[in-house]
């Protein structure tokens, strides 16, 4: 569902700034470092996770601000969702949905939000925990409940860390139960991962031919047999190491570029680009035809990395979706676009052209 009115309070380049925008495409034009991406960023907080560019709470309050910062969002449907933190506990983040607390999970119900930034054109050279943070965000879009099957999951890690690590004080007992909701959400994780995986794959290959290649995805690692079984078994390693050194948190998403026949990793930058907007496109047509509507889509500065070819394929791929927000410095690349919501952003005000 698109959002039709954004607050921002005290949040990071802004101390009070609203915008309107309507469904369809909503462009943000503005010099660099005017504050577009803080915008990205807002929109990014109303769904699960840590946001497009994963700071600690306590950096998004704005610097001259009295602390703490506040994101609200009006949904269509008139439901309202809010999100921000106190300055009294600036690395506590509140969820409000229709004015009632909620979790932080719980916006995954309203909400799918998919983002591209310029820190992601790397995406398939960097590291596999990187790329395992973005299928995570892919999956939590189809399976809301994958967020807490990974709070959980992590949560027990951490736990039975700490036991490892002070040998004579462990418990056999809670250890044992540690591992035992290790494999239980793991097992959990690991299959919705598959799940995605599976089907993104399968509406790639369906896709029709486009100026964007064609990725295969596979995905690699993971304990063989049953985890809880492995985890008591490496102990002694997993105590030497200062962390679990099986489970899925050590799985890693493998992407071929099919018609080279290569990993994408050695692809050029923008064939890598190219690859992971394909990707994301078909992943958000996936999306919408699982959960019944379109998620929100999150581009940073998308347009000037794509030759003329590629960005009127990518517009002619975005048009008649629910809301798609695009940042860039020039209203120019955006000039093949027919309706859109337009803003400039200038010396902290969202203006409407």
Do not use: C
């Amino acid at each position: 569902m698109p959002i039709v009115r954004l607050t921002l309070t005290d949040f990071r380049s802004y101390g009070e700034a609203t915008i309107a925008p309507g469904a369809g495409f909503v462009v943000l034009t503005g010099d660099n470092g005017v504050g577009k991406t803080n915008i990205l960023e807002a929109v990014s907080l109303l769904a699960p996770g840590r946001g497009l560019r994963a700071s600690p709470l306590g950096e998004m309050a704005r610097g001259d601000g009295p602390g703490g910062f506040g994101i609200a969002a009006r949904i269509a449907g008139e439901t309202n969702l809010s999100t921000g933190t106190l300055a009294a506990a600036p690395e506590r983040r509140q969820v409000r949905i229709n004015g009632a607390a909620a979790s932080v999970n719980a916006l995954g119900e309203w909400l799918s939000v998919l983002w591209l930034t310029p820190a992601m054109d790397r995406l398939f050279a960097a590291s596999a925990g990187d790329r395992r943070r973005f299928l995570d965000r892919l999956v939590l879009a189809l399976e809301p409940g994958h967020a807490s099957h990974a709070a959980r999951y992590e949560a027990a890690m951490r736990a039975r860390n700490k036991l490892l690590a002070e040998p004579d004080s462990a418990d056999p007992a809670w250890l044992a139960a540690l591992e035992a909701g290790m494999a239980d959400h793991g097992a959990a994780l690991a299959e919705a991962r598959a799940r995605t995986v599976e089907a993104l794959g399968e509406a790639i290959a369906s896709a029709p031919a486009t100026d964007f290649p064609r990725a295969a995805l596979s995905l690699e690692g993971g304990p063989a047999g049953d985890l809880a079984i492995r985890l008591r078994a490496n102990r002694g390693r997993d105590a030497a190491a200062g962390r679990a050194t099986e489970g899925p948190h050590r799985q890693d998403l493998s992407v071929l570029h099919v018609t080279k026949g290569q990993p994408a990793a050695r692809a050029s930058t923008g064939e890598q680009k190219a690859l992971l907007l394909g990707l994301v496109l078909a992943h958000a047509e996936l999306v919408t035809e699982r959960r019944g509507t379109a998620p929100i889509l999150l581009l940073d500065e998308v347009a000037a990395h794509l030759d003329p070819a590629r960005r009127a394929a990518l517009f002619g791929r975005l048009e008649g979706r629910s809301q798609v927000w695009m940042t860039g410095t020039e209203p120019a690349l955006f000039e093949a676009i027919g309706t859109a919501s337009r803003f400039t952003i200038f010396d902290g005000e969202i203006i409407p052209i």
